[in-house]
């Protein structure tokens, strides 16, 4: 068949390093409009756009997934399918009935379980256990069309949402390739989403990725992996945001938001238990362990993050 593959993060990288691969001819890229990135904020391609390129590729990166120019160059392509691996906007009826066989979207969580922007750190958030990958029909609605195929994950206990989502795309590349073949040999089959068991996953903000040290230490653990790498979980300390990463629950019990340094660790305290830090990164410097930062920083014997 052939493919307009829609993308723009690293995370999409894996399906179209596998489409290509594949037996089906990927005739271009539909991805994101360059942004501006880095200390210099000048205009950089995305991930799929620059290995689009490197490959030869033709790359559609329209403002928007609509408007008379963007439809005729992507009927001039004439798509059999269009796979979507995060591409990052929605796309209008008009550029769905482009394809003959539809927009189909690789999207990592068991639907009709975490439907939006942030699945798999929703999931580690709320602490689930199992999550997976699933690739299903695109519509106007927000994750609502009917399944192709879909696998479980296990999520680790400290499974960070970069850990969970580099070893999704990796198994949701095959799942995706293996819809397209379905699709080709007529034998694929695609069930409508349950109406029970729906949950939403909207993009994290920086405000909720805010530490809440007056949590639980389990609670506080699921946060912090969660919001690692993208956005980074944070407190405040002296006035000054740090950025902390993955933390280890433990038992100790201290105040909320105590910092007590031991010789090889440092202890922060929760609601319930405590954790240790792993790195803490300050405004404008790198990631450090968390003794050193300590060692650094001379916390006064009660002070606290806030």
Same mark, same amino acid.
């Given at each position: 068949?052939?493919?307009?593959?829609?993308?723009?993060?690293?995370?999409?990288?894996?399906?179209?390093?596998a489409l290509l691969?594949?037996?089906?001819?990927?005739?271009?890229?539909?991805?994101?409009?360059?942004?501006?990135?880095?200390?210099?904020?000048?205009?950089?391609?995305? /991930?799929?756009?620059?290995?689009?390129?490197?490959?030869?590729?033709p790359?559609?990166? /329209?403002?928007?997934p609509r408007g008379e120019e963007f439809l005729e160059q992507l009927r001039a392509l004439e798509p059999d399918a269009c796979p979507v691996v995060a591409y990052g906007a929605l796309v209008p009826r008009e550029a769905l009935d482009v394809p003959?066989?539809?927009?189909?979207?690789?999207?990592?969580?068991l639907l009709p379980a975490w439907r939006g922007a942030a699945p798999v750190q929703r999931a580690v958030m709320?602490?689930?256990?199992?999550?997976?990958?699933?690739?299903?029909?695109?519509?106007?609605?927000?994750?609502?069309?009917?399944?192709?195929?879909?696998?479980?994950?296990p999520v680790g206990a400290s499974d960070t949402s970069g850990d969970l989502l580099g070893r999704l795309a990796v198994r949701g590349a095959d799942l995706l390739v293996g819809v397209l073949?379905?699709?080709?040999?007529?034998?694929?089959?695609?069930? /409508?989403?349950?109406?029970?068991?729906?949950?939403?996953a909207p993009k994290i903000t920086v405000e909720e990725a805010r530490i809440d040290w007056t949590a639980t230490a389990a609670e506080v653990d699921r946060r912090v992996r969660g919001c690692t790498p993208d956005p980074g979980a944070w407190t405040t300390f002296r006035g000054e945001r740090v950025k902390v990463g993955p933390v280890v629950p433990g038992p100790? =019990?201290?105040?909320?938001?105590?910092?007590?340094?031991?010789?090889?660790?440092?202890?922060v305290g929760t609601a319930q238990g405590s954790v240790a830090l792993g790195?803490? =990164?300050?405004?404008?410097?790198?990631?450090?362990?968390?003794?050193?930062?300590?060692r650094g920083i001379r916390p006064e014997p009660e002070e606290e993050f806030v």
């Open positions: 068949m052939r493919l307009v593959v829609a993308g723009t993060p690293d995370v999409a990288l894996a399906s179209l390093d691969a594949s037996r089906h001819e990927v005739v271009a890229v539909l991805t994101r409009p360059d942004a501006a990135a880095g200390r210099g904020r000048r205009q950089v391609a995305s /991930p799929v756009a620059q290995r689009a390129r490197e490959v030869g590729l790359v559609l990166q /329209p403002v928007r003959r066989f539809g927009w189909l979207n690789l999207h990592f969580s709320a602490g689930d256990d199992v999550t997976g990958a699933a690739v299903f029909e695109l519509e106007e609605g927000l994750d609502t069309g009917p399944v192709y195929a879909s696998l479980t994950e073949d379905a699709i080709e040999d007529g034998t694929a089959v695609k069930t /409508p989403q349950p109406e029970v068991g729906v949950t939403l100790e =019990q201290l105040p909320a938001g105590r910092i007590v340094v031991e010789k090889k660790r440092v202890l790195t803490v =990164q300050a405004a404008g410097k790198k990631a450090m362990g968390a003794t050193d930062w300590a």
